[in-house]
């Protein structure tokens, strides 16, 4: 179990949705969302992540920002570097990855995935 997924469902009182993303060589990844109800109740079902890589955060205010709205939407569907995303609540999970899904299959690593990749690598992890 990813010690982050379980301390933003604490922060966020076991509301809202984990989304897990699978990306298969190259291909358009696989969503999978999972409440946080149901995360708690099966805390295996997260524990394919890597304990290194971060999880993203999706509060229901992105809603009012379209241009951060598309970027998240972005990053969940295309950046290689993006396993998991916190969402505030199940309807943004959905909605998100309904959105994702749209997306074209453009496989990118994002500038802060590079630069947590480099420092990792200086800190030996």
């Known amino acids: 179990m990813s010690a982050a997924v379980l301390d933003l469902i604490d922060i966020y009182d076991g509301e809202g949705a984990v989304i897990l ?20 109740a099966s805390p295996g079902s997260v524990s394919g992540l890597q304990p290194s890589r971060s999880v993203l955060v999706a509060i229901n205010g992105l809603y009012n920002n379209a241009v951060m709205l598309a970027s998240m939407v972005r990053s969940i569907a295309n950046d ?37 990749e480099g420092i990792s690598r200086r800190n030996g992890a």
């Open 80 to 116: 290689i570097a993006v396993e998991c995303v916190y969402a505030e609540s199940v309807e943004l999970a959905n909605f998100l990855v309904t959105e994702a899904r749209k997306q074209g299959n453009e496989p990118y690593m994002s500038a802060e995935a590079l630069m947590m």
């Open 21 to 40: 993303i699978q990306r298969h060589n190259g291909g358009k990844p696989a969503f999978d969302v999972k409440t946080s109800a149901e995360v708690l």
